[in-house]
């Protein structure tokens, strides 16, 4: 990720946690799945010390381990690293079986894989009602090991305009994430960018293809202390 974004995404999450400090959401709906319902501080941060944390440091990898820290949450160290993430990815399959989240590992990165067709409409960044319970699956799993940062990345294909792609893959990654943080999540761990169509997984040139790129990863980074 360039280091412009970066500094962008740090500091409109500094932002928002610095503003959750004295909000609560108030949204007004009847389905207690819904991520617009009413929910008692869902938004609140952990404060000054992770608002800190995101501004300090000489890289984005040490801010958000010093937001962790200032929020309260430690960091990992040597095997520990491996065997917390062994435990969490399983725990990660188990809930999401059958719901047509992918998930893979990549050394002690876990990764999801949300695929438009299950999580989005058709140029859609509203997320779908029945995804709701995977997703609550998802935070809850993630609530329990929260010793990691929560990467939520939007992809999409190459049909459309470049301007169009990106600001379809921001806003799906945004209703993932804020979905996610909805639930109890920490605002704080999450780094949220769109990718647009410039990093496909397959060809462009299918529609199997096409479908396999219009995706939201999710990539669960371990904090190390």
């Known amino acids: 990720m360039k280091k412009h974004a970066i500094r962008t995404t740090l500091t409109a999450l500094a932002a928002a ?4 400090s004295c909000a609560t959401y108030t949204g007004q709906t009847s389905d207690p799945n819904d991520p617009n319902r009413t929910r008692q501080g869902a938004l609140i941060g952990a404060g000054i010390g992770a608002v800190a944390g995101l501004l300090s440091g000489s890289d984005a990898t ?7 820290v200032g929020a309260g949450v430690g960091g990992l160290t040597g095997g520990a690293i491996g065997a917390y993430q062994d435990r969490q990815e399983a725990e990660l399959r188990r809930q999401t079986s059958g719901t ?6 990549e050394g ?38 929260n010793q990691t940062i929560v990467e939520v ?63 939201v990863e999710i990539r669960v980074v371990p904090v190390r202390s």
């Open 17 to 20: 946690v610095a503003l959750s």
């Open 153 to 215: 990345t939007g992809h999409t294909d190459s049909i459309g305009s470049e301007a169009a792609n990106q600001r379809l893959s921001e806003q799906r990654a945004s209703s993932v994430a804020n979905y996610l943080i909805g639930q109890g999540l920490m605002r704080e761990r999450f780094e949220i960018v769109g990718m647009g169509k410039r990093y496909p997984i397959a060809s462009n040139d299918t529609d199997a293809g096409r479908a396999l790129n219009r995706r």
């Open 108 to 145: 002690d990165v876990i990764k999801l894989n949300l695929p438009d067709g299950v999580t989005f409409d058709f140029g859609k960044a509203d997320l779908k009602p029945q995804f709701y319970p995977a997703l609550n699956n998802v935070a809850s799993t993630l609530r329990e090991y």
């Open 62 to 68: 040490e801010r958000r381990q010093r937001a962790l």
């Open 100 to 105: 047509g989240i992918n998930v893979s590992r």
